[in-house]
């Protein structure tokens, strides 16, 4: 199975502040590549699918970009709905794989 | 308004079984490839099953190939998912999602609220 290797797991910043998360497969997934917002008790949120295609209604502050084995998704601005845990999804191939999250926290 | 409520979670022992139900209303539910998914308590998310549209074929999780079985019945709009020789590690909330299209394309728009199911004596 294709490993997603997230980085970092988790990390504390500020509102106003670029974010950057990067996700890992292990064997190229082209584009195969999704990125979802957690926030704590609730279900994931599709933000980012095709590697870098924003999903209807997701802020412009959020984009994603990367193909292959190596993706990135950048928080232009962070904003204080934006603390939650992110997670990447490879879907190239099954079984479908996530990345282990990273946790936003407020600085 | 898109739509999908879980049912049948609880507490289990190991070894025992359980049937999870998703209702889904909103869409036309015949036209979607369906999944579960999963996420231990604290824990990440992780994959466990999928169905085509019209539930001729499925995928499953190494870790839950042949104690669960994902079915559908498009006339009631309703995912399934039995479980059987439940073990503490499926301990998780599942989660009913849908493909973002009406094909074939493994990443989701729309998931349930989740349902708790706790494995233990």
């Known amino acids: 199975a294709i490993r997603m290797t997230q980085s970092p797991s988790s990390l504390s910043a500020s509102t106003g502040d670029r974010v950057t998360i990067t996700c890992r497969a292990s064997?190229?997934?082209?584009?195969?590549l999704a990125w979802y917002q957690q926030k704590p008790g609730k279900a994931p949120k599709l933000l980012i699918y095709s590697a870098s295609t924003l999903q209807n209604g997701v802020p412009s502050r959020f984009s994603g970009s990367g193909s292959g084995t190596d993706f990135t998704l950048t928080i232009s601005s962070l904003q204080s709905e934006d603390f939650a845990s992110y997670y990447c999804q490879q879907y190239y191939t099954y079984p479908l794989i996530f990345g282990g999250g990273t946790k936003v926290e407020i600085k | 308004e898109v739509q999908l409520v879980e049912s049948g979670g609880g507490l289990v022992q190991p070894g025992g079984s359980l049937r999870l139900s998703c209702a889904a209303s909103g869409f036309t539910f015949r036209n979607y490839w369906m999944h579960w998914v999963r996420q231990g308590p604290g824990k990440g998310l992780v994959w466990v099953s999928r169905i085509n549209s019209d539930g001729s074929s499925a995928s499953y999780v190494d870790s839950v190939k042949g104690r669960f079985t994902i079915s559908r019945d498009n006339a009631k709009n309703t995912l399934y998912l039995q479980m059987s020789s439940l073990r503490a590690e499926d301990t998780a909330v599942y989660y009913c999602?849908?493909?973002?299209?009406?094909?074939?394309?493994?990443?989701?728009?729309?998931w349930g609220q989740g349902t708790l199911v706790t494995v233990s004596s």
């Open positions: 064997q190229t997934i082209y584009s195969y």
């Open positions: 999602v849908r493909d973002r299209e009406a094909t074939d394309n493994d990443h989701f728009d729309y």
